[in-house]
């Protein structure tokens, strides 16, 4: 007689609260999103179901702002559209400058480093965007390289790079530029054919405000030329792009089957690329930058110092320093359980000594902004700060009656 496993007792349907989410990712979901998620699945190559495809493609090249016809979305969140970057780009032996200011930029160098690469690191402070100039220096040094690797908005520290003088540089020596927009993607520019950058890819959770689990990627002419004229087959079967577009994009419309595409979570992302370009790209750059100039305008009037300087500063992720003799981990757990607020705890060297606020997508709101720093005041009065509310809320509005007016 075989033992079962006794079904398990006490679990129920799980209860989600409600939260509002402010920090690093993922952020809040518009409605119209959730609506979309929860219409019935249909099979992934029915032809509405394909046409639906297509047409991502053609409004990722408006996000992306590309004509480049390789421009889709990997089932996966965004690191896997990191991965995806590396397997198809990277062989043994070769050599990629990599820029690491931050959390992601160590992710990039232990991409090159899995799949048989070297990386050459230029280092940056955490908070500090990456460096042109020991980018030119690392390029003249290295002039074999391949690559250059760089991420675009470091939401570890909410630093912004210049990626138009990175890509340009690389340009320059003929590297290809693989670029993380994971977080810029709908937040702030990211010009794919203006830079003449070559791979690009980003996350559906953060400022397109979907469901997590996608992840947008661009690739330029050059960079399919140089995964057609690998020297060995791409290591990882999944990622490899010549057998995932033979489901996304096979030419006369014979498309196979690859895997089974997220088909709930593809709606989604439609739904939210529709509302993007309804909303046209430079109106939500401009709603990032004015939510974000209202929140500093409050943190000011509470005294809060920002991690990373104002030329540099990303709109929608915002790390602050946190005041001294505070415990932080307290404040995000009152702020979440009084408040139903999440926002971010720094990570690497910034654990413990930031917070990060995001306001990303759906997320970038006046009632949010409003919600956030009404409940930090409160909470930073109750640990022994003094933190004026009334003050805070008033500088907020005066940015918004500014902008309205
Ligand atoms: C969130 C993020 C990622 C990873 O995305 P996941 O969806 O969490 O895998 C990569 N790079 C940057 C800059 C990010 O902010």
Redesign the pocket.
Known sequence: MTTRIPAPQGIASCKIPARILMG??PSDMHPRVVAALGKPAIGHLDPAFVQMMEEIKVLLRYAFQTGNSLSFAVSG????G?ETCFVNLVEPGDKVVVCRNGV?GG?MIENVQRFGGTAVVVEDTWGEPVDPQKVADALKAHPDAKALAF?H???STGAQSDAAALVGLARERGCLSIV?A??SLGGTPVLTDEWAADAIYS?S??CLSCV?GL?PITFSERAVACVRTRRQKVPSWFMDLGLVLEYWSAPGGKRTYHHTAPVNSLYALHESLVMLRDEGLENAWARHRLHHRALKAGFDALGLRFVVREEARLPQLNAVHVPTGIDEAAVRKQLLERYQLEIGAGLGPLAGKVWRFGLMGYSARAENVNLCLGALADVLSGQGIQADKGAALAAAQAVYTGNQA
């Open positions: 690093p990712g969140p965004g690191s896997v990191m992601f992710r991420v908005a470091e939401t993380d994971v977080t996350g959770q953060k997590p992840a």
